[in-house]
């Protein structure tokens, strides 16, 4: 099987959305900083007259994650023998949408924290596990119960597909 494309379409990012990155930055670097593409920063390089050098901005994002990491390894035992319902995310790292599903999932993870169990598996290293469940496409969010799937939610969704979902889920 080939790796899992991304399933949704750029979406334009509003610039008020990446405010969080701003107070990292000098103010000299934020004037120069532009959207470069959809989900990212990129920084305009300016050359200096002694080196003939880019200078160039740098911006990790340190953020904690909620969700915890599965593989096929663990599989068995973290998501088919789960006592509460489970939350899998099906992502690859250079799926400029995952990130986004990435933060509503640790929200989610946080609000239903205690009555629902949350995990990301990439999709790229465990290729396995996402042919057995037919994700043929990134980002996707399968939802188990009793080691069963019940439900899913493909591509990138606003938080209320994932809390509808989630909501059935519980209820059945």
Same mark, same amino acid.
């Given at each position: 099987?080939?790796s899992p494309?991304?399933?949704?379409? @750029?979406?334009?990012?509003?610039? &008020? &959305?990446?405010? @969080?990155?701003?107070?990292?930055?000098?103010?000299?670097?934020?004037?120069?900083?532009?959207?470069?593409?959809?989900?990212?920063? &990129?920084?305009?390089?300016?050359?200096?007259?002694?080196?003939?050098?880019?200078?160039?901005?740098? #911006?990790?994002?340190?953020?904690?994650?909620?969700?915890?990491v599965v593989?096929?390894?663990?599989?068995?035992?973290?998501?088919?023998?789960?006592?509460?319902?489970?939350?899998?995310?099906?992502?690859?790292?250079?799926?400029?949408?995952?990130?986004? #599903?990435?933060?509503?999932?640790? *929200?989610?993870?946080?609000?239903?924290?205690?009555?629902? !169990?949350?995990?990301?598996?990439?999709?790229?290293?465990?290729?396995? #596990?996402? *042919?057995?469940?037919?994700?043929?496409?990134?980002?996707? /969010?399968?939802?188990?119960?009793?080691? %069963?799937?019940?439900?899913? #939610?493909?591509?990138?969704?606003? !938080? %209320?597909?994932?809390v509808a979902?989630?909501?059935? /889920?519980?209820?059945?």
């Amino acid at each position: 099987m080939a790796s899992p494309f991304c399933a949704t379409s @750029c979406y334009p990012v509003a610039p &008020s &959305s990446l405010s @969080c990155l701003l107070p990292l930055l000098s103010s000299h670097s934020r004037s120069q900083m532009q959207l470069n593409h959809p989900f990212g920063l &990129s920084s305009r390089l300016k050359w200096t007259s002694e080196a003939r050098k880019p200078r160039s901005h740098r #911006v990790f994002c340190l953020r904690d994650t909620k969700a915890a990491v599965v593989t096929g390894k663990s599989w068995e035992k973290l998501i088919l023998g789960s006592d509460v319902p489970v939350l899998v995310e099906f992502y690859a790292s250079w799926c400029g949408p995952c990130g986004m #599903v990435h933060r509503v999932i640790d *929200e989610i993870a946080t609000e239903y924290s205690g009555r629902l !169990k949350c995990f990301v598996l990439d999709a790229d290293n465990d290729l396995k #596990v996402a *042919e057995n469940y037919d994700v043929k496409a990134v980002p996707v /969010v399968l939802l188990f119960k009793n080691g %069963e799937k019940c439900d899913s #939610v493909i591509g990138t969704m606003p !938080k %209320e597909f994932y809390v509808a979902a989630i909501e059935r /889920v519980l209820a059945s």
